[in-house]
T-cell receptor, first 113, second 116 residues
Framework: EAQVTQNPRYLITVTGKKLTVTCSQN?????MSWYRQDPGLGLRQIYY???????DKGDVPEGYKVSRKEKRNFPLILESPSPNQTSLYFC????????????FGPGTRLTVL | AQKITQTQPGMFVQEKEAVTLDCTYD???????LFWYKQPSSGEMIFLIY??????QNATEGRYSLNFQKARKSANLVISASQLGDSAMYFC?????????????FGTGTRLTIIP
């Protein structure tokens, strides 16, 4: 089954404790991206990747890091989480160059205390 | 810059009726893609349907169809024979070329409630 998986689905943590949210896709997509969804602000892009070892900032990259060492995986790293990073996070993957599909993972609900 | 407008914050529809969710977009790019997603209360984003700007035919996927009116910059989602399970938030999104970034720009969404 074609899918994007994320782990964990729910996480409550404390300020400053480093965490990683994993994302994996099994569709051989070149493109992967992270979004956060906040009430009143909609979905905003954090980082994206066009292929292995090719990543770039989206609209709200501050406080986040990513890596793309393998085509299928695109983890999101919060080195020192703060309460303003409490949000619903989505990983997405799709084809490059105008592909007709872009699939989202199930979401990770993060609370930073 | 791209912009998506969804003017219906909420809609109530009787079960088995058809429903149209409105979406207008703004872009100066001739090549773009339009997506619709469903977000149930459980939170996941479910891809429903896609329309490319050069596609001649309106897209259809099962009970979902996209009423694409290019001159009016409108991409309305039509759900035929609505079901209780269709109750969810619906988001319209657009992708325009941006040097390899396939970023989707989302509208604010429409909350659809199906009444038995």
């Amino acid at each position: 089954e074609a899918q994007v998986t994320q782990n964990p689905r729910y996480l409550i943590t404390v300020t400053g404790k480093k965490l990683t949210v994993t994302c994996s896709q099994n569709m051989n997509h070149e493109y992967m991206s992270w979004y956060r969804q906040d009430p009143g602000l909609g979905l905003r892009q954090i980082y994206y990747s066009m292929n292995v070892e090719v990543t770039d900032k989206g609209d709200v990259p501050e406080g986040y890091k990513v890596s793309r060492k393998e085509k299928r995986n695109f983890p999101l790293i919060l080195e020192s989480p703060s309460p303003n990073q409490t949000s619903l996070y989505f990983c997405a993957s799709g084809q490059l160059a105008g592909g007709n599909e872009q699939f989202f993972g199930p979401g990770t609900r993060l609370t930073v205390l | 810059a791209q912009k998506i407008t969804q003017t219906q914050p909420g809609m109530f529809v009787q079960e088995k009726e058809a429903v149209t969710l409105d979406c207008t977009y703004d872009t100066s790019d001739p090549s773009y893609g339009l997506f619709w997603y469903k977000q149930p209360s459980s939170g996941e984003m479910i891809f429903l349907i896609y329309q490319g700007s050069y596609d001649q035919q309106n897209a259809t996927e099962g009970r979902y169809s996209l009423n694409f009116q290019k001159a009016r910059k409108s991409a309305n989602l039509v759900i035929s024979a609505s079901q209780l399970g269709d109750s969810a938030m619906y988001f319209c999104a657009m992708r325009a070329p941006n040097f390899g970034n396939e970023k989707l720009t989302f509208g604010t969404g429409t909350r659809l409630t199906i009444i038995p």
